[in-house]
T-cell receptor, first 112, second 111 residues
Framework: DTAVSQTPKYLVTQMGNDKSIKCEQNLGHDTMYWYKQDSKKFLKIMFSYNNKELIINETVPNRFSPKSPDKAHLNLHINSLELGDSAVYFC???????????FGPGTRLLVL | AQTVTQSQPEMSVQEAETVTLSCTYD???????LFWYKQPPSRQMILVIR??????QNATENRFSVNFQKAAKSFSLKISDSQLGDAAMYFCAYDGNKLVFGAGTILRVKS
């Protein structure tokens, strides 16, 4: 059983389009996260949710909107995609803040 | 803001040998967690080891161990008896109220 899953694994799209990435965890964790890994492999947190409530919102453009329908899901919607959005996006979850985070397999987004 | 520095962009080790990856961090907090994650070419982020700052004892997980020096804000990872499967990018991470990653160290294992 996959603990943290993301769909799709790969996403190729044109500039200006809107796309969503879905994340689900079956670990019973309370906290979920989105990270962005750029072309230089640098990983940075974007958002975190605890029990469906937004806890961390880094300086991410408004075009990025996370949505948590329940505590097992945290989706990422991106409007008006730009070339600079090309990256690998990771979802993660943990039982609580500062607990070990378990990562999904990542979604490679390529904006053309 | 907390920062994590990995000063070695790339390291090589002979199979069965030991290698140490360096990590330093900057924080004014006294209670935090430190992690090493491994990212093989499959890009999956895999937890290697975790250390609670309040624990003086260094964490170990089989062939992986850390040297945690709280006063020096240093958290190095030692891999003993290196195996080909250890080849990956290794990330050091600090968690005070959010997870902050270093830039990563590519580890190559030579047979």
């Amino acid at each position: 059983d996959t603990a943290v899953s993301q769909t799709p694994k790969y996403l190729v799209t044109q500039m200006g389009n809107d796309k969503s990435i879905k994340c689900e965890q079956n670990l019973g964790h309370d906290t979920m996260y989105w990270y962005k890994q750029d072309s230089k492999k640098f990983l940075k947190i974007m958002f975190s949710y605890n029990n469906k409530e937004l806890i961390i919102n880094e300086t991410v453009p408004n075009r990025f909107s996370p949505k948590s329908p329940d505590k097992a899901h945290l989706n990422l919607h991106i409007n008006s995609l730009e070339l600079g959005d090309s990256a690998v996006y990771f979802c993660a979850s943990s039982q609580e803040d500062q607990e070990t985070q378990y990562f999904g397999p990542g979604t490679r987004l390529l904006v053309l | 803001a907390q920062t994590v520095t990995q000063s070695q962009p790339e390291m090589s080790v002979q199979e069965a040998e030991t290698v140490t990856l360096s990590c330093t961090y900057d924080t004014s907090e006294s209670d935090y967690y430190l992690f090493w994650y491994k990212q093989p070419p499959s890009r999956q982020m895999i937890l290697v080891i975790r250390q609670e700052a309040y624990k003086q004892q260094n964490a170990t997980e089989n062939r992986f161990s850390v040297n945690f020096q709280k006063a020096a804000k240093s958290f190095s990872l030692k891999i003993s008896d290196s195996q080909l499967g250890d080849a990956a990018m290794y990330f050091c991470a600090y968690d005070g109220n959010k997870l902050v990653f270093g830039a990563g160290t590519i580890l190559r294992v030579k047979s």
